[in-house]
Nanobody, 119 residues
Framework: QVQLVESGGGLVQPGGSLRLSCAAS????????MDWYRQAPGQERELVAH???????NYADSVKGRFTISVDNAKNTVYLQMNSLKPEDTAVYYC?????????????WGQGTQVTVSS
């Protein structure tokens, strides 16, 4: 298993920036993929950013060019740098780890961190 702890959320004005962190309890080298999701009230959880082995990265169209996912392997941490924030970015942001083993694929979620974009 892996435990994930998100941090860095808060209240920011439109156009502002935040950096979210997701600290994992095991080496990122043993995790096949890391994702950032978000969920707004009354909405389905949506994939925001994805990074997989080999450094392959994908973003949702709604955040492309504004958000950047990165990792610090020494700290077992994945980051989501969010720039040019918009009110529609308001949501609880979750990180997710995907671990593939011989028995199948397991998914692990953090507790989430609230991001509120408002003037």
């Amino acid at each position: 298993q892996v435990q994930l702890v998100e941090s860095g959320g808060g209240l920011v004005q439109p156009g502002g920036s935040l950096r979210l962190s997701c600290a994992a309890s095991r080496s990122l080298a043993s995790i096949n993929a890391m994702d950032w999701y978000r969920q707004a009230p009354g909405q389905e959880r949506e994939l925001v950013a994805h990074i997989a082995g080999g450094g392959r990265i994908n973003y949702a169209d709604s955040v492309k060019g504004r958000f950047t996912i990165s990792v610090d392997n020494a700290k077992n941490t994945v980051y989501l740098q969010m720039n040019s924030l918009k009110p529609e970015d308001t949501a609880v942001y979750y990180c997710n780890a995907r671990i593939v083993a011989g028995t199948g694929t397991s998914y692990y979620w953090g507790q989430g961190t609230q991001v509120t974009v408002s003037s």
